[in-house]
């Protein structure tokens, strides 16, 4: 499995962006995908997941502003980022989890204020 991860930039305050995240492999309907923001010298912190069954899961600091989709026909997972905030600045990584996990290499969202 191969993830990677696109559309990441820098934004103002307020304003939205799109990441997107393509799966290379089989059997991606099948897996738990996620998103995490890490910043320098933290870890990574769960920012949503959709699970196979389309369960959605949103850390409550981005509830109301980010939309997780997926298409399994298309084997991409999205992320829409409205209502940006300096504090969701950072690098976004994509997960995907079955039966094993495996990481993309992640894209930079910066937002100004």
């Known amino acids: 499995v191969q993830l990677v991860e696109s559309g990441g930039g820098l934004v103002q305050a307020g304003g939205s962006l799109r990441l997107s995240c393509a799966f290379s492999?089989?059997?991606?309907?099948?897996?738990?995908m996620s998103w995490f923001r890490q910043t320098p010298g933290n870890q990574r912190e769960l920012v949503t997941s959709i699970g196979s069954e389309w369960i959605t899961y949103y850390d409550d600091s981005v509830k109301g502003r980010f939309t997780v989709s997926r298409d399994n026909d298309k084997n991409m997972m999205y992320l829409e980022m409205d209502s940006l905030k300096p504090e969701d600045t950072g690098v976004y990584y994509c997960?995907?989890?079955?039966?094993?996990?495996?990481w993309g290499r992640g894209t930079q969202v910066t937002v100004s204020s």
């Open positions: 997960f995907a989890q079955w039966t094993m996990g495996y």
């Open positions: 492999g089989r059997f991606f309907g099948r897996y738990s």
